[in-house]
């Protein structure tokens, strides 16, 4: 295969769960010398293999990015960077933090934007894939806050200032922030100290605040997606499946670890909060083991219909639904003709 023109492009592989993103993304890697970079806001989490769905087996060693990829980190210290080969791809961003670490989309980005740098850098194709949408807009388009919260004490420091005193500050900071804003932000003294705030914390966090803005023909977006009846077996096929896998087992060993359903994710996670009545004492019957299952594939459900609601909303998605026949020949066949030849309408089918 001819060797592409690298500029920095981004292939995405997106949509709800149970429709195959992975294991599509790691053959279109495999075939385009890519690398995925997971965007699944659970699997970031170490212990949390089975019920995540990462689907690493006893040969998947985590491998440091120093020497091979060839840079370091210097971002929070309690995050792990480094990547899994699975297949001989490798996958980033998967067992960043321990499970009583609450990991949020300004961490997230901390990560992918320097890993997706590097991919780029040495001249490969990275492949964001996975479910949670806000994390992916994040690193495409940024998020105006990045959830940072309010720094109360600068607050009270900056009510003092002048109106006058918070446009040149603000102007001084960001230029194009503050050119842009409208003559009714660049009036309001609490819209500016909010600005200014954003942007203080910006610098501190080195975070960029408009995502990775790249250009239309170098970002291609693919969705996979079925009928909800296709989706929900499926979901349910996968949550048996995890049972056998080992996620009792795996939540046990969690809970020895310290990590309980109050002081950890375990509590919020599909897979693992299902079960908190169940690892409760002497909670362990036939019943309640039913019902626990029953919940988490109900759970589920409501999860992909969430997912589908919030990924309708980007139009530049090309959408293939996974129970048409040779979808995927298809999606390579469109992602093939976007990397070599870069003359692709990204209408999509709808």
């Not at 004490?153 to 200032?161: D, F, I, M, P, V």
């Not at 610098?203 to 909800?228: D, S, T, V």
Request: with cysteine; net charge positive.
């Amino acid at each position: 295969m001819e060797k592409p023109v690298i500029n920095k492009k981004l292939l995405v592989v997106a949509g709800p769960t149970a429709t195959g993103k992975t294991s599509l993304a790691i053959e279109l890697a495999q075939r385009l010398k890519g690398e995925l970079v997971n965007a699944d806001s659970r699997q970031v989490y170490r212990g949390m293999d089975v019920g995540t769905g990462k689907d690493l087996n006893k040969f998947s060693i985590f491998h440091p990015p120093a020497g091979e990829a060839g840079f370091q980190f210097s971002i929070k210290k309690r995050l792990k960077i480094g990547y899994y080969l699975v297949d001989k791809v490798p996958i980033w961003l998967l067992d960043i933090v321990e499970p009583d670490y609450r990991f949020n989309v300004s961490d997230y980005l901390s990560c992918a934007l320097p890993v997706i740098d590097d991919i780029w850098r040495r001249g490969k194709l990275p492949i964001l894939v996975g479910g949670t949408g806000f994390y992916i807009k994040a690193l495409l388009d940024g998020i105006e806050t990045l959830g940072i919260k309010p720094d109360w004490q600068w607050r009270e420091k900056a009510r003092k200032l002048k109106l006058l005193g918070l446009q040149e500050m603000l102007r001084k900071i960001n230029p194009e922030r503050f050119s842009k804003m409208n003559q009714s932000d660049r009036n309001n003294p609490r819209r500016l100290i909010r600005a200014i705030e954003v942007e203080r914390q910006l610098k501190k966090l080195k975070i960029k605040n408009e995502g990775l803005n790249l250009k239309k023909r170098n970002l291609l977006i693919i969705g996979l997606k079925a009928p909800y009846r296709v989706l929900y077996e499926r979901i349910d096929k996968r949550v048996e499946k995890r049972l056998k896998q080992g996620l009792l087992a795996e939540i046990e060993g969690l809970l020895r670890k310290g990590y309980g359903f109050q002081n950890s994710v375990l509590g919020t996670t599909l897979a693992y909060k299902e079960w908190q009545e169940y690892f409760g004492e002497g909670s362990r019957s036939a019943e309640v083991k039913r019902k626990a299952i029953e919940r988490w594939k109900y759970d589920e459900h409501r999860y992909a219909r969430r997912q589908m609601t919030w990924f309708r909303k980007e139009k530049r998605i090309n959408w293939f639904d996974i129970t048409q026949k040779n979808f995927s020949q298809k999606v390579e066949k469109m992602v093939r003709k976007w990397y070599i030849n870069s003359k692709l309408d990204l209408k999509g089918e709808g």
